[in-house]
């Protein structure tokens, strides 16, 4: 089970930070993480995912390079985040 850094309620699409709990000695490890539950656009697939900061920052980097790329939600889906 995953010890959360903040306290948050985990949900779909929400990056949450947690503790490396096994991180091992003299590894170059990151101390934490920055996990998210994804799932297919059907619903099935479930999973979580674990990302670096660093990971999380070239993401947002190429999405601001590649907007006409980017998705975008409806209102009432806006409402209800």
């Known amino acids: 089970m995953a010890s959360l850094i903040d306290k948050v309620k985990v949900k779909a699409g929400r990056l949450i930070k947690v503790w490396n709990t096994e991180k091992k000695k003299f590894s170059n490890a990151k101390p934490w993480y920055v996990s998210i539950w994804v799932e297919d656009a059907d619903g ?30 409806g209102f009432f889906t806006n409402i209800i985040d």
């Open 44 to 73: 099935s697939n479930e999973r979580c995912l674990l990302f670096t900061q660093k990971e999380i920052d070239a993401a947002e980097k190429r999405a601001a390079a590649n907007q006409e790329d980017l998705t975008s939600k």
